[in-house]
């Protein structure tokens, strides 16, 4: 008998008696107004930077927050860098990068996160092999909570997505939460619409 | 094997006052941020029943949402193994290594493969393992288990990890700061993490009708290793099942609040299927879990998400540090848990506790974990596994607690008695709790003496 067998058939002879399958409601609470309050207030309590206004001089704006960096890996049509995410064939190879950029589909009011998938991201290891990782977002794309986002489409069409909330950051040593841990060192979310 | 010893591990974790206060202090706070982070969320107690329905559902229909995550991966270009135990999850795990002729292999953290041992299992055969988590990397470079389920090093010092550091990776023994630190795990560990072959995750959930693994990490860790490297593994306990992404969604609201106080984890990953030039493998592992679905007491320990919360708040395991059980799983989960692996070398745990019924009182998906830990130790007395000092112990106290009378003579006895024994005659053997700690003063007149005098006196 192969070891799938030998699994279910032990969990049928051990079958609980049936429990109903409960009605999850979506929570809705905040006015729409609220959104974007409490979605600086989620980020920057995880230690990211919002940016809520859409720089007038993307490139002067990259280069004062991040002095001295010499490739700027771009995912997005606003802005042309010093690399595409198509440049790195071997995923492996992202560390290279100083900042990636990229859009996000989505993001949520509760939690202060931003959703990036495949889709977004083209290579995947660019939104954390990167230094530093700046997401652009239209305000618009804001959902209240964390029920609501579980509605877009890039978790059930997608091979990979990620909810990120913050760097990279680790708790690990002494309890004080870090943030040179494996991922980005630093995460800034624009308010920037879609063109 | 001889029982573990918890009692014994303890007091050797409890003679040095410094590490004892600094554990105590770290996990307490994080038991703090948990109560803010629920009292911030008005539906809190709704999302604790409705994770609980949620989790008793599906154990209920579990092979048929095993069936149907099976599917579902297999759509989406997974390769889907079974393993019934352990060993069998380990082979597969070495297996599809050998397929691809590959040495090295990066994991997140994943509690399941602590179970399995396969770290050990895999380096004897040559393999290369880097645990990519900082807690998890720092318990592998000293060769200890994780203290605690989602700190593993917690129980160290940053002074312990400096000198750690400096033993193992060269760097500065006298510079304990937690950024120099994490900056010298991050350097080292960044090249072995861009040159591994195989990348390696456990599954906080699995998802039936898309049949995504769902990973929650701070670091980025399970991102890291499932995507850097073209062939990823997932480890899946088969508990770990969820019906869709809707009840995903009051997983995700309670897990990190409970565990840390985040409203959520920095990185909350979901892997469907491969990369479009790799392998994504799944294996489904029961090690042990179908048969505890027909234990009709300890089934519900099944519900559990490894958040973590009934350790925070349990004062055995504040005070004991996550190392004393012995054990995979610790604290008051781990009491329940463990003995279902092997009854006789966990028979110790279940009077690790005080019963005090905080951890059921923290769990997400309510399980009544503290009347689990009784109902052990009753099947601990009826297997015969409760030693004859402990049980001549136990009895004695039962006789007393449940004759009032006999009760409120003996207390008066004990307070009398403690004023004028010398010290040898209190702290000895007999006293285990005495052994770690001075007996307080005995106060001049017993409750039930105070209440005469006072109370029935005024009626």
Known sequence: MSARQDVLGRIRNNRLPAKVKPEVPDFPRLAKTDFLPQFRKGLEEMAGVLVDEQPGDFAAFLRSRFPNVKNVCSAVPEFVGNSTPEEYSNWADAGDIDVAIVRSPMAIAETGSVLLSETDLRVNTIGFLAHDLVVLLDPADIVENVHLAYRHPAFRNTAYSVLMTGPSGSGDIGGRVVHPAQGVMTLTVIFWPKI | ?459
């Open chain 2, 1 to 459: 094997m001889e029982p573990v010893n918890q009692a014994e591990n303890a007091k050797l974790f409890v003679e040095d006052r410094e590490h004892e206060r600094h554990f105590d202090r770290l996990i307490w706070a994080m038991r703090v941020a948990r109560d803010r982070a629920a009292a911030a969320v008005p539906e809190w107690e709704q999302l604790r029943d409705l994770a609980s329905e949620t989790k008793e559902h599906v154990l209920s229909h579990l092979a048929e949402y095993l069936e149907q995550f099976e599917e579902s991966a297999k759509r989406n270009g997974v390769h889907v193994h079974w393993a019934n135990d352990a060993h069998d999850h380990n082979q597969i795990v070495a297996d599809i290594m050998a397929k691809h002729g590959a040495r090295t292999l990066i994991k997140s953290k994943s509690m399941l493969t602590e179970e399995c041992d396969t770290r050990r299992f895999l380096q004897t055969r040559g393999i290369v393992v880097t645990e990519t988590d900082l807690g998890e990397r720092i318990q592998q470079l000293d060769d200890q288990p994780p203290a605690h389920i989602i700190g593993p090093a917690i129980q160290k010092s940053k002074e312990d990890v400096a000198a750690l550091f400096a033993r193992t990776y060269g760097s500065d023994p006298n510079k304990t700061d937690e950024v120099y630190l994490a900056q010298q795990m991050r350097n080292h560990t960044r090249p072995l993490i861009e040159k591994a072959d195989v990348g390696m995750t456990g599954a906080n959930f699995a998802i039936a009708d898309t049949g995504a693994i769902v990973v929650v990490t701070n670091e980025g860790n399970a991102d890291l290793s499932g995507n850097v490297p073209k062939v990823r593994i997932c480890s899946l306990g088969i508990e770990k099942i969820l019906p869709s992404n809707k009840e995903l969604a009051v997983f995700i609201r309670l897990l990190s609040r409970s565990a840390t106080g985040q409203p959520i984890s920095q990185y909350t990953s979901h892997f469907r299927g491969p990369r479009k030039d790799g392998e994504m493998h799944v294996i489904i592992v029961d090690n042990g879990r179908s048969e505890r679905l027909g234990m009709e007491q300890f089934w519900p320990s099944l519900k559990c998400i490894r958040c973590g919360a009934c350790m925070n708040t349990c004062p055995v395991y504040r005070r004991s540090g996550g190392l004393s059980y012995g054990s995979t799983y610790m604290g008051p989960i781990g009491i329940i848990m463990m003995p279902t692996f092997d009854i006789h070398r966990y028979s110790e745990l279940p009077f690790a506790s005080t019963l005090n019924g905080s951890c059921s009182n923290v769990c997400p998906v309510k399980i009544n974990i503290h009347e689990q830990i009784y109902a052990w130790r009753g099947v601990m007395d009826q297997k015969h596994q409760i030693n004859l000092t402990k049980k001549a112990a136990l009895k004695a106290a039962g006789n007393i607690l449940s004759h009032p009378e006999l009760y409120q003579i003996a207390t008066a006895m004990a307070d009398a008695a403690l004023k004028v024994l010398p010290h040898f005659a209190i702290y000895n053997d007999l006293n285990a709790w005495g052994k770690h700690r001075e007996l307080p003063e005995p106060p001049k007149q017993t409750f039930h003496q105070w209440y005469r005098h006072h109370r029935l006196k005024e009626t």
